[in-house]
């Protein structure tokens, strides 16, 4: 259980650590399980708040999902529905809580359009302000009714279809990601002289403007070609064609897929090892080593470490270990935070503790989380003695260069990311960190404090 409300005590964190299951990769696995042919076993062995929305809004749409602790096994959509004589066009409308998981929500949009059901999509937090045009403005345009954006329910009733799309690809990436599941779900067989000869369902997506979160998208293709659907990019990765599936509409179910580790979580340990011994002494020298990750994954946040590594932190290992610097300084850097936006507020508390000033600039859509990340993360420092300037799509943290953050109270702004980049800056602060709504580190990170204290962090819950 992920308590409320914490006070952490100073304390350098050291050991290791077995990564979390990356959750970009669980809803993709899920989603592609339940829109498959036959059963899939998933090994996932985190149980977060979106991972968990993911699994609702697939079973609200027919697919039976058992929790077997260590994995999910995944009978899908069709089969269900078919075992039961359903038709997908006759069904009534289904509700869709997607919780606060902006994943979960902009993926369904186009894969209920693509299944021609009718749903009334909800969420909590801010999920109902995260901009959902211009995906709306693709799916209106297509033909699909969309009811009034910004509250909930959301109602989805109509079809998406082969065709040519374009979206502009700098607001979320999850809009291409949702669309390339809907195209690739498009059935159409071609048949000559009475046999099947393949599929004719061919669509294209154009991404316009400057595409940001580009590994996500690269995520997504990984994930449906391992479920047999043909997506191919060109070399710009800007425009994508995407052969549908044959007359059945589904993806082909590999059998078997597991959730890889989680390089976006592992983030919050890699910089409390580079701090480590800025405030706390020569103990957190031993760095910490998280488990279970991969150095060749699509994701496109494993990007810590190089950057962890030139703002001087040690670096090494395929199980990857992060130690502060042999003098202890950390410095400042440019970081450019267009493909990686969630890494922003944690390595906003390596910047804290660097020397000289860290800017981190393309960050604009930090603006439209779970919370306000530009906004929230220069709050959070501010409460711990740091001087950061926010600009429009900017952030500027002044490094205290060794002098370690003050204790103070900070609001975790029901974002999973602040709680748990206030908790790494805990371990370099002079005096205890409050942290009032900690219980939001569950929506991607529910034994986060557990974890913490085993890697020696002070936990105190009230
Ligand atoms: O598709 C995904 O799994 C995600 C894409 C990113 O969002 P944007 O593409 O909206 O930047 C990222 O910030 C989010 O945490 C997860
Ligand atoms: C922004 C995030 O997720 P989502 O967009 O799926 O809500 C996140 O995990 O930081």
Known sequence: MTPECVRLHPAALTGTIPAVDAKSYAHRLLMAAALADVPTRIRCRTRSADILATVRVMRALGAEIEDLGEAFLVRPIGLCLAEKGLRPEDLDEVTLDCGESGTTERFILPIVAALGRKAAVTGAGRLAERPLSPLSDVLRAAGVSLSEEGVFPLHVAGRIGVGDYAIAGN???QFVGGLLY????????????????????????ELTGTVESAPYIRMTEEVLRAFGAEV???????KYVVRGADASGLLVSPGRAAVEGDWSNAAFWLVAGAVGAVGAGREGLAGITVTGLRPDSAQGDRAVAEILARMGAEVAGDAVTVRPPKNGRLHGLTVDAAQIPDLVPVLSVAAACAE??????????LRIKESDRLATTAAMLRSLGVEVTEGETTLTVAGRAGRPLTGGTVSGANDHRIVMAAAVAATVASGPVVIE????????????????????????VF
């Open 232 to 238: 191919e990019v060109s070399r710009d990765e800007r």
């Open 182 to 205: 809907a195209l690739s779900l498009q059935s159409c067989e071609l048949v000559e002289a009475g046999e099947s000869v393949g599929c004719d369902a061919v669509s294209t997506l």
């Open 437 to 460: 709504g900690a219980r939001a580190a569950r929506k991607s990170y529910p034994d986060f404090f557990r974890d913490y204290a085993a890697l020696g962090g002070r936990v105190e």
């Open 171 to 173: 607001v979320s990436s």
């Open 356 to 365: 000289g000033v860290t800017t981190f600039v393309n960050a604009g859509r």
